[in-house]
């Protein structure tokens, strides 16, 4: 089974804080997302990574960086944490081809609060 | 840029009863991909269904079948003999293959059924 980890599922940081949030798949899959998680507002992409150091634009990019140095692991990184980044945040990963292609497997989440 | 519509945000169904979430997107593509994900309560999302546009039979898996109207652009989702397991978020999400190497998914706002005794 594909397994996508995150490094925690709870977060409490601070404003101004610099935020690391971590995300591990062991399924050697090209690509990777990080999506954030509103009430009403479904899943809204921030980054994704279709290779190791390759990156592009979500819809919600502002206030967050990425990072990927190895193929199985892509890190979402706020830099200077603010009240409105208060949300759930998922990571996901997909393979490119076959038949298996195009299916995100999703982590458990991590639920950021910044007070 | 595509969207995905999700006009239910809550649903109760009673256990064994049939409920039908509903979909719509707009896209301008003639080939895509439709999924429906299920995100129960603390736990990871899982992929409950995926359509191919191209493919004119609609999907099924066990007790969740879809009906895909590519003319009309709608994939509503169909639970039969619904179980208290079934509980969950529900996301309808779009996929277009042509937009890069990388397989985005844009997702509607879900839907949120309870199953009930």
């Known amino acids: 089974d594909v397994k996508v980890t995150q490094s925690s599922r709870y977060l409490v940081k601070r404003t101004g804080e610099k935020v690391f949030l971590e995300c591990v798949q062991d399924?050697?899959?090209?690509?990777m997302f990080w999506y954030r998680q509103d009430p009403g507002l479904g899943l809204r992409l921030i980054y994704f990574?279709?290779?190791?150091?390759?990156?592009e634009k979500g819809d919600i990019p502002e206030g967050y960086s990425v990072s990927r140095e190895k193929k199985e692991r892509f890190s979402l990184i706020l830099e200077s944490a603010s009240t409105n980044q208060t949300s759930m945040y998922l990571c996901?990963?997909?393979?490119?081809?076959?038949?298996?292609?195009?299916?995100?497997?999703f982590g458990p989440g991590t639920r950021l609060t910044v007070t | 840029a595509q969207t995905v519509t999700q006009s239910q945000p809550e649903m109760s169904v009673q256990e064994a009863e049939t409920v039908t979430l509903s979909c719509t997107y707009d896209?301008?593509?003639?080939?895509?991909?439709l999924f429906w994900y299920k995100q129960p309560p603390s736990r990871q999302m899982i992929l409950v269904i995926r359509?191919?546009?191209?493919?004119?039979q609609n999907a099924t898996e066990n007790r969740f079948s879809v009906n895909f109207q590519k003319a009309a652009k709608s994939f509503s989702l169909k639970i039969s003999d619904s179980q208290l397991g079934d509980t969950a978020m529900y996301f309808c999400?779009?996929?277009?293959?042509?937009?890069?190497?990388?397989?985005?998914?844009?997702f509607g706002t879900g839907t949120r059924l309870q199953v009930t005794l």
């Open positions: 996901a990963s997909s393979f490119f081809g076959g038949t298996g292609a195009y299916e995100q497997y």
């Open positions: 399924m050697d899959h090209e690509n």
């Open positions: 990574s279709y290779d190791v150091k390759m990156k």
């Open positions: 896209t301008s593509e003639s080939n895509y991909y």
């Open positions: 359509q191919e546009a191209y493919k004119q």
């Open positions: 999400a779009f996929m277009n293959p042509h937009t890069g190497t990388a397989s985005k998914l844009t």
